[in-house]
């Protein structure tokens, strides 16, 4: 009875995996948990992080961060639109703040919620550079990857449920373990990896449409892998595309986020 019970809470989430599109790649995507539920948190948990951290004000590289995030915001808006997702955007809620943090960084929370800490800016350089963050970080956003991942955990929670209840006491830690690891490897950070690469090149196309050169992308990326002198995980145990991966799908991938700006009426980038 207890492995039939699992089986029906099982069945009935998959009844709602896939109910949400993303408006870029026209996909369904995972929404077991809502964004009515998910951007309340987001933004709570946002402005208690900006309590707790240093916000940068008032200095060239801060109005930079706001400047590029709401032209980035823009971009995001027009596209939108010009693609038929009218209203797509009404309960975001756009906010840009520079931290003072020496880390490499920049995240951007469900529902437009973005920080770029300040020891990004000298990779960045300039606009342009800021612009391929930003852009990848409000992609995220747009593509709801925050909650599609939350929903996977989810998922991932109840296998394990269901995969121990129809297993004998004395394997199931060696169930645990194995099934651990298998979903972590074999899925959720391949899943993972797969959000990072589609925000890149929703950025690239972002970015673009905003006015900035999508070239800028790759140089970015060597630029990251210039600062972290080559070393890096095997990607197949990482959470993000390495490095090289990332540079040759951004060169590959400019020409096609120029061509998208150019229906915009975008004929010039800045670099």
């Known amino acids: 009875m207890k492995i039939r019970n699992y089986s029906i809470v099982l069945a009935m989430l ?27 948190m987001a933004f709570e948990q946002y402005d208690q ?16 961060v706001k400047e590029v995030g709401q032209k980035i915001a ?15 955007l009404k309960d975001y ?61 989810q998922l991932q929670q109840v296998g394990a449920a269901v995969g121990a209840a129809a297993i004998s006491n004395e394997n199931q830690q060696l169930f645990q373990t194995a099934y ?22 929703i950025g690239l196309t972002l970015m673009a449409i905003a006015g900035y050169d999508p070239d800028e992308a790759a140089k970015l990326w060597k630029r990251m892998k210039a600062k972290s002198g080559g070393q890096s995980q095997p990607e197949f145990l990482s959470t993000h595309p390495s490095n090289d991966t990332r540079i040759n799908n951004l060169q590959q991938w400019a020409a096609g986020a120029k061509a998208e700006a150019r229906k915009f009426g975008v004929t010039n980038f800045q670099s």
Not at 22 to 27: A, C, D, H, I, S
Not at 49 to 64: I, S
Not at 74 to 88: K, V
């Open 14 to 40: 998959f009844v709602f995996v896939s109910c949400n599109q993303n408006p870029f790649t026209g996909k369904n995507t995972l929404a077991l948990v809502p964004n009515s539920q998910i951007l309340p």
């Open 49 to 64: 992080f900006l309590k707790e951290h240093q916000v940068v004000t008032g200095t060239p590289d801060a109005r930079m």
């Open 74 to 88: 823009t971009a995001a808006e027009r596209y939108l639109n010009a693609n038929g997702y009218q209203g797509y």
């Open 180 to 201: 651990g690891l298998g979903t972590q490897v074999g899925v959720m950070l391949p899943f993972s990896r797969s959000h990072e690469t589609e925000a890149d090149k």
């Open 93 to 153: 809620k756009w906010e840009y703040n520079l931290v003072k943090d020496d880390a490499v960084n920049a995240w951007c929370m469900p529902g437009g919620k973005i920080v770029v800490y300040t020891g990004l800016m000298p990779i960045a350089q300039d606009e342009a550079g800021l612009a391929v963050v930003m852009g990848h970080e409000v992609a995220h956003a747009l593509a709801n990857h925050g909650q599609q991942r939350m929903s996977a955990g």
